[in-house]
């Protein structure tokens, strides 16, 4: 069974702190990605990673970094939370060409 | 980039009733076109996918059809049962460049019993 872990289910942050969500998978995925999934948006890509070191940016990259130091682990910054980006966070890995495995989500809320 | 519609955003139908999604796509370089399900407070997964040599897959109560001319692509879902009833999103995805899904704003499907 491939596993996915977010490290955080819920995550309550100030303005203009600096947040780290991490993403973990267990199965070699090359690929890994961070979408933000916001009521009537779908899930908008963030970041993505398709080896180790190596990121390109999504739809929405503003505000955000990445960093993939290992094969298993990625992830998102947020370098100065700011209240717009306030929603749930959802990593997803997969292999070279099969279906993509979606963590359980982070509810990230910036007060 | 890719740029995915999809509709409609919330759909209500009576227990054993069909449902129909329709998405539409508009990178010609497309090739998979996979459906994801999210119940309520859990994870989206894997319900269905479609590659560009294929026009129709199917799965128990579960259809994709894909119109690679028209570049829209529909989820069929027969004998509804009242937990089908969750957020389906499609998405879309060629193989070259770019490796990531974009997706569909999603539709709420509700299962009436």
């Known amino acids: 069974d491939v596993k996915v872990t977010q490290s955080s289910r819920y995550l309550v942050k100030r303005t203009g702190e600096k947040v780290f969500l991490e993403c973990v998978q267990d199965?070699?995925?090359?690929?890994m990605f961070w979408y933000r999934q916001d009521p009537g948006l779908g899930l908008r890509l963030i970041y993505f990673?398709?080896?180790?070191?190596?990121?390109e940016k999504g739809d929405i990259p503003e505000g955000y970094s990445v960093s993939r130091e290992k094969k298993e682990r990625f992830s998102l910054i947020l370098e100065s939370a700011s209240t717009n980006q306030t929603s749930m966070y959802l990593c997803?890995?997969?292999?070279?060409?099969?279906?993509?495995?979606f963590g359980q989500g982070t509810r990230l809320t910036v007060v | 980039g890719e740029n995915v519609e999809q509709h409609p955003s919330t759909l209500s139908v009576q227990e054993g009733d069909s449902a129909v999604i329709k998405c539409t796509y508009s990178?010609?370089?497309?090739?998979?076109f996979p459906w994801y399900k999210q119940e309520l407070g859990k994870r989206p997964q894997l319900i269905i996918d479609?590659?560009?040599?294929?026009g129709e897959k199917k799965d128990q109560r579960i259809a994709v059809t894909l119109n690679k001319t028209a570049k829209h692509f529909s989820l069929h879902i027969t004998e509804t049962q009242p937990e089908d009833s969750a957020v389906y999103f499609c998405?879309?995805?060629?193989?070259?460049?770019?490796?990531?899904?974009?997706f569909g704003s999603g539709t709420r499907l509700q299962v009436q019993p």
């Open positions: 997803a890995s997969r292999p070279r060409r099969a279906e993509a495995f």
């Open positions: 990673s398709y080896d180790v070191k190596m990121k």
């Open positions: 990178d010609s370089a497309s090739n998979y």
């Open positions: 479609i590659r560009s040599n294929v």
């Open positions: 998405a879309a995805r060629g193989d070259t460049g770019r490796r990531a899904l974009t």
């Open positions: 199965m070699d995925h090359e690929n």
